[in-house]
C-alpha cells in the first residue's frame, strides 16, 4: 500500500461516551480520544440525548485522536464504526439538522403500547420475523410513538424530507450524506426481517411507519461500503467507510468468536451475553434474542443468541454520583476486599426494567436483606455480585436453548478492568472467565472489518489472536453457588412488576 503510514480509525459511539480510536494494521491502539455524552431523563423511565452533542463530540474526538498521534488524514486508509444499538434519531435530509433528540435504548416509554401490540396478538410475529421479544427496548416503538406525538414532524414527513436511522446511520449521514446502517443494526429495530434480510413491509404497517424514512442496509464491511467522508468534514479528506457494527455484534467479532458455540459478554452501560449460533438463525425458547451477528463482503450471514442486561456500568456510576459512596471505580475492588458471599444481602439493578431472561418494563431496582450492621462496603460488593447474578441467569438460558454447556466465557467492558468483579463472576457462574489485555475490543472488531474491507485479510479465519491473556477460575463450592443463585431469583422476583401505574406520557 504504498510507502507511506497506513492505519485504520474506528468511530466508536457508546451509550454515554464517544471514542476516536486509531488502530496500526496489527490491531494495536496508537490513539485513543474520548468524550462523555449526556443523557438526560425528561420524565420517569424516559432517557434521551443531543444528537447535535454526539455529532460535535465524534468530531471533537476525530479532531483530538489525529493530534495526539500526529497522524494525517491521508495516513488513515480505513475507517469502522460501532455504536449503541436501538437507539433512534430523525433528520431532516435536506440540511442534516436532527428533528428530535436521540430516544435512547434504556428508554420505556412504549412500555404500554408494548403491552397493547402482545395483547393484539403479534408478539409471535414479530419474534418469528425479528428473533427479538416484544419490548420497548427496540427501536420500532421508540420511532412509532415520535412520529406520532410530535407534530412538528408531519411537515418534513409530508415534504419527504424526515429520515430515520439508529446512531451509526446518523453519524454516516453526516461524515457522508449517505442514508445507509448495516444488518446487525437493522436487525435490532424489530422493523428488520432477518430470515430475508429486509424492512418487513407487515411489521412497517403494524408500527405505522413509512418504509420511505428508513435506511438502505448494506452487509457489515466492504471496500468503500459506505462511502467517504465529505473533503469538507472535519478529516478534510475523502476516506473509505469499510465497516459498521453494531457495538454488541463487534464485540463478538473482536473476540474473534468465529466458531459456532463461542460466547463473550461485555459489561459496559449494560451486561450483553452472545454466541455466535453459526450461519442458521437459532430461535430461543428461553426468552433470548436471536439476532444477526454480522454479513460478510460475499454475502455470508451469521445469526447470535443474546441475552441483554440494562444496567451494569451505570449500576456503579449511581454508586458515585448519586449516592457518593465511590468516588473513583479503581476503589471498588479495595472496598469489598476480603468479604464473603452474602447469602441475605441481593442488589437487584433494575433501573430501566429487567431485559433477558424477565423482559419486565416495570421491574425497579431494590436492595434486600439490609439490616442495622450493613455499610456501604456491602452495599457496593452486593451491586458487584448482581452483575455477576445477571450473567447467570442469562447462561442458564443459553444452555438450556443450545443444549451446551458453557466452560469459558471472553469477556470485556469497562466493568472487567475490575479483577474482584471477575473473580465474582467466575465463582459465581462456575465458569472460566478469559479477559484480554485490549481495552477496546469493541472497536478492535470495527477495525477487523474495516482490514477486511480493504482486504488486509481475506477471511475472519486470518486473523491472529492474542497469545496474552487472564484467566480467573471459580474458588467456591457448586452447593454454595446453587444456595446463593437460588437466593438470588427471590430477590428479583420481588423486584417485578413494581411500577404499577406504567410510564406515562
Not at 443468541?305 to 465511590?326: A, H, R
Not at 484480554?436 to 482486504?455: S, W
Not at 467456591?476 to 438470588?488: A, F, Q, V
Request: proline letters at 3%.
Amino acid at each position: 500500500m504504498g510507502n507511506k503510514k497506513n492505519f485504520i480509525g474506528v468511530i466508536d459511539l457508546g451509550t454515554t461516551s464517544v471514542r476516536f480510536i486509531i488502530f496500526n494494521l496489527k490491531g494495536v491502539i496508537i490513539s485513543e480520544s474520548y468524550k462523555s455524552i449526556k443523557q438526560f431523563y425528561p420524565s420517569l423511565g424516559w432517557v434521551e440525548e443531543d444528537p447535535n452533542e454526539i455529532w460535535e463530540s465524534t468530531q471533537n474526538v476525530i479532531s483530538e485522536g489525529m493530534l495526539k498521534s500526529s497522524i494525517e488524514p491521508p495516513d488513515i486508509i480505513a475507517l469502522g464504526i460501532c455504536n449503541q444499538r436501538e437507539s433512534i434519531v430523525v433528520w431532516n435530509k435536506e440540511d442534516g439538522n436532527p428533528l428530535s433528540n436521540v430516544i435512547v435504548w434504556q428508554d420505556r416509554r412504549t412500555s404500554e403500547r408494548c403491552d397493547q401490540l402482545k395483547n393484539s396478538g403479534y408478539e409471535s410475529i414479530i419474534k418469528d420475523k425479528t428473533g427479538l421479544v416484544l419490548d420497548p427496548y427496540f427501536s420500532a416503538t421508540k420511532l412509532e410513538w415520535l412520529l406520532k406525538n410530535d407534530n412538528s414532524l408531519n411537515k418534513y414527513l409530508k415534504k419527504s424530507n424526515l429520515v430515520f436511522g439508529t446512531v451509526d446511520s446518523w453519524v454516516i449521514y453526516k461524515l457522508t450524506d449517505q442514508h445507509l446502517t448495516d444488518v446487525s443494526n437493522a436487525s435490532r429495530t424489530m422493523l428488520f426481517n432477518i430470515n430475508d434480510l429486509s424492512w418487513d413491509v407487515e411489521l412497517l404497517d403494524i408500527f405505522n411507519i413509512p418504509e420511505s424514512i428508513l435506511p438502505d442496509v448494506l452487509p457489515s464491511f466492504g471496500n468503500s461500503i459506505y462511502g467517504h467522508t465529505k473533503k469538507d468534514s472535519i478529516l478534510k479528506h475523502q476516506i473509505p467507510i469499510c465497516s459498521v457494527f453494531g457495538d454488541q455484534q463487534a464485540s463478538l467479532f473482536g473476540h474473534r468468536c468465529f466458531s459456532k458455540y463461542d460466547v463473550k459478554s461485555t459489561f459496559g452501560t449494560g451486561t450483553f451475553l452472545m454466541m455466535n449460533t453459526g450461519n442458521k438463525r437459532l430461535s430461543s425458547n428461553s426468552n433470548l434474542l436471536t439476532t444477526v451477528f454480522y454479513q460478510s463482503n460475499k454475502g455470508d450471514v451469521f445469526y447470535a443468541l443474546e441475552g441483554s442486561i440494562y444496567n451494569t456500568g451505570s449500576v456503579f456510576q449511581w454508586l458515585k454520583d448519586e449516592l457518593g459512596i465511590i468516588h473513583d471505580y479503581n476503589e471498588i475492588g479495595e472496598i469489598t476486599a476480603g468479604l464473603d458471599y452474602q447469602s441475605n444481602l441481593f442488589f437487584v439493578p433494575a433501573f430501566t426494567g429487567l431485559g433477558a431472561p424477565y423482559w419486565d418494563p416495570y421491574a425497579s431496582g431494590i436492595i434486600i436483606g439490609i439490616s442495622r450492621s450493613t455499610s456501604k462496603k456491602e452495599i457496593i460488593r452486593a451491586a458487584e455480585e448482581s452483575i455477576a447474578y445477571g450473567v447467570c441467569d442469562l447462561v442458564a438460558a443459553i444452555e438450556k436453548d443450545t443444549g451446551v454447556k458453557l466452560t469459558k466465557i471472553k469477556i470485556d467492558g469497562g466493568v472487567s478492568k475490575n479483577d474482584s468483579f471477575c473473580q465474582v463472576l467466575s465463582d459465581l457462574t462456575g465458569i472460566k472467565v478469559i479477559k484480554f489485555p485490549v481495552k477496546e475490543i469493541t472497536a478492535l472488531g470495527a477495525m477487523y472489518g474495516a482490514g477486511l474491507g480493504i482486504g488486509i485479510w481475506e477471511n475472519p479465519l486470518q486473523i491472529g489472536e492474542s497469545s496474552t491473556y487472564f484467566e480467573f477460575h471459580s474458588k467456591i463450592g457448586e452447593k454454595l453457588r446453587k444456595k446463593l443463585y437460588k437466593n438470588w431469583c427471590r430477590a428479583v422476583s420481588r423486584s417485578r412488576n413494581w411500577i404499577i401505574d406504567g410510564y406515562k406520557s
